[in-house]
């Protein structure tokens, strides 16, 4: 499980939107990009993550 203090300090590296927690995945609000959590640590890499649609 994520802290939400570490959720309100991160933001999407692709477009710097905010993020939440979504299905065990970090979720932009603006790009819709989906940041894997392997281990509990988030990967915020670009290349990692999964294109999703923007909200």
């Known amino acids: ?7 309100d300090i991160l933001a ?10 979504k299905d065990e995945k970090i979720c932009c609000q603006s790009c819709g ?3 894997p959590v392997r281990d509990g640590i988030p ?5 990692e993550a ?3 649609s923007g909200s």
């Open 43 to 47: 990967i915020m890499l670009v290349d």
């Open 1 to 7: 499980m994520i802290d939400k203090e570490l959720l």
């Open 33 to 35: 990009r989906r940041y």
């Open 12 to 21: 999407c590296p692709a477009c710097h939107g905010d993020v939440q927690l």
């Open 50 to 52: 999964e294109k999703g």
